[in-house]
C-alpha cells in the first residue's frame, strides 16, 4: 500500500529559532502576562498579594493596596517552568490554559469562580501568543520544496505536524502560514494539547488517529533519535531521522545522536532510514511497501 501520510517534527526540522528571538519572546510574554494580571487584580478585591520574594521595591497596585511587580510575574514564570519540567521528565505535557490557572495559583490571586476559566484561558492565549505575531524562527529552506514535492509525487498524501511544544496548535498554524507552508498541513497535533510528549505512543496514535492511517502507511521525520524515531517506531510508524540542521544544535549544547546501526534491524518490516536533505523523505517515502 502506498504511502498514506507522512508527518514532521517542528523544531530543527522545518524551522530553528534564534537566541535574540528566544530572548524577544520571554519578555514579551512578561510584559503581556504583568500587563493582564495588573488587569485582573483591578478588577478583584478579593485577591491576595504574592509573597514577597525580592528586596527591591515593587509597584503598587493602588486598587489593592498590594506590592506586585514585573519581579513577581518573573519569578512566578520560572516557578512555572520547574513544575513543567517535573511532568516533562515523566512524558506528561501541560495545556496553556492549565499553565494559566497554575500562574494564577503561584501568585496567589483569587478570581471570581464565573469569571476564571475564561481567565485562566485568556493567560495560556498570551503564554502561547506572545512574540508570535511579526518576529518567527527561521524557515528551514527545503522545507516549501520538500512540501511540494510530496504533494507531486504522491498528491494523496496527507500531512501532519507532531512537536513537542507549549504553544497552541492555533500559535503554530499562524505562524506556519506567515512562513508559506500552512497550508501543507492537513493536522498540528502539539503536545501541550495531546498532553503527552513524544516519544509517548500517545502523541503519536493521536495523530494517526487524526490521519485515519495504519501506522504502516505513515512515515514520521525528525532530528531527536529518541523523541522522534524511537517513538515512531514504539508505535510501528516508519521513521526517517533528518541531520540536516544539525549544525544548529550549538546553541542548545545538544549533540545529535544518530540512528544505532542495529536499530533498524530490531524492527523488521519497518523503514527506519537517516536524512541529511529533508527532500529525500520522498525517497524514502518510495521505499514502503
Not at 530543527?12 to 510584559?31: H, Q
Request: a positive charge; aromatic letters at 10%.
Amino acid at each position: 500500500m502506498p504511502i498514506g501520510a507522512v508527518t514532521f517534527d517542528l523544531w530543527l526540522t522545518l524551522i530553528w529559532d534564534s537566541k535574540e528571538l528566544e530572548e524577544y519572546r520571554r519578555l514579551r510574554r512578561l510584559v503581556n502576562f504583568y500587563r493582564f494580571v495588573k488587569k485582573v487584580r483591578l478588577l478583584t478585591s478579593s485577591s491576595s498579594p504574592p509573597p514577597s520574594q525580592h528586596g527591591s521595591p515593587s509597584n503598587i497596585d493602588s486598587a489593592q493596596g498590594s506590592r506586585f511587580s514585573y519581579s513577581d510575574v518573573r519569578l512566578a514564570l520560572e516557578s512555572l517552568q520547574v513544575k513543567a519540567k517535573e511532568l516533562y521528565d515523566r512524558g506528561f505535557d501541560i495545556h496553556p490554559k492549565e499553565r494559566g490557572r497554575m500562574l494564577f495559583e503561584i501568585l496567589q490571586i483569587k478570581v471570581p469562580k464565573d469569571v476564571e476559566e475564561a481567565l485562566y484561558e485568556r493567560a495560556g492565549n498570551i503564554l502561547s501568543n506572545s512574540g508570535y505575531f511579526s518576529r518567527f524562527p527561521s524557515l528551514n529552506p527545503e522545507a516549501l520544496p520538500t512540501m511540494k514535492l510530496l504533494k507531486r509525487t504522491f498528491p494523496r498524501v496527507k500531512i501532519a505536524l507532531i512537536s513537542n511544544a507549549a504553544r497552541s496548535a492555533r500559535a503554530y498554524q499562524r505562524m506556519l502560514k506567515a512562513l508559506g507552508i500552512g497550508d501543507y498541513f492537513d493536522h498540528l497535533v502539539i503536545s501541550c494539547e495531546v498532553g503527552y510528549l513524544k516519544p509517548r505512543k500517545e502523541i503519536f496514535r493521536k495523530a494517526l488517529s487524526l490521519l485515519s492511517v495504519e501506522p504502516s502507511e505513515a512515515l514520521h521525520v525528525g532530528d531527536l533519535f529518541k523523541a522522534d524515531i524511537v517513538g515512531a517506531v514504539a508505535c510501528k510508524m516508519n521513521a526517517c531521522l533528518y541531520t540536516g540542521l544539525w549544525h544548529k544544535y550549538a546553541q542548545y549544547t545538544n549533540p545529535g545522536e544518530h540512528i544505532p546501526q542495529d536499530f533498524a534491524l530490531q524492527h523488521p518490516g519497518i523503514v527506519v532510514k537517516e536524512i541529511e536533505r529533508l527532500q529525500d523523505v520522498v525517497k524514502v517515502a518510495k521505499l514502503i511497501p
